[in-house]
Nanobody, 123 residues
C-alpha cells in the first residue's frame, strides 16, 4: 500500500479531527499531496493540496477557513487538520499523490490514492 489514510471517525458539529496519510512512495519530496472527499451520491471533490516542499497550499472554498493541510518529510506523512466541522463535511476522505511541479485540484491528475477514511459529523 503506497498511501495509507487514517484518523477518521464520528464527531459532532463544531469538533475537530486530524487525518493522517502515510506515503510510502520512494521520493516523498517530489509529490504534490492532496486530500479529496466523496459524500454518498456525490462525485469526489477536491479539499486541499500542498506543494512538494510545503511552501504553498490550496483549499476548496468550503473548507479554506477551517482546514489546514501540512506535510512532514521526516515521517513521510500528510495531514489534514479539520476544525469547526459541519454536517456537510461528512464524507469518505482520500489522500492522493502526483509527481509534478505544481498543485492541481483535479482528481484525474493524481496517480496514487489511499483507501479512504470515513468522517461522519453528527448534530
Amino acid at each position: 500500500v503506497q498511501l495509507q489514510a487514517s484518523g477518521g471517525g464520528l464527531v459532532q458539529v463544531g469538533d475537530s479531527l486530524t487525518l493522517s496519510c502515510v506515503v510510502s512512495l520512494r521520493t516523498f519530496g517530489t509529490y504534490i499531496l492532496g486530500w479529496f472527499r466523496q459524500a454518498p451520491g456525490k462525485e469526489r471533490e477536491f479539499v486541499a493540496a500542498i506543494s512538494r516542499i510545503g511552501s504553498k497550499t490550496t483549499y476548496a472554498p468550503a473548507v479554506e477557513d477551517r482546514f489546514t493541510i501540512s506535510r512532514d518529510s521526516a515521517v513521510k506523512t500528510v495531514y489534514l487538520q479539520m476544525n469547526n466541522l459541519k454536517l456537510e463535511d461528512t464524507a469518505v476522505y482520500y489522500c492522493a499523490a502526483v509527481d509534478r511541479a505544481y498543485i492541481t485540484t483535479r482528481p484525474g491528475d493524481y496517480d496514487y490514492w489511499g483507501q479512504g477514511t470515513q468522517v461522519t459529523v453528527s448534530s
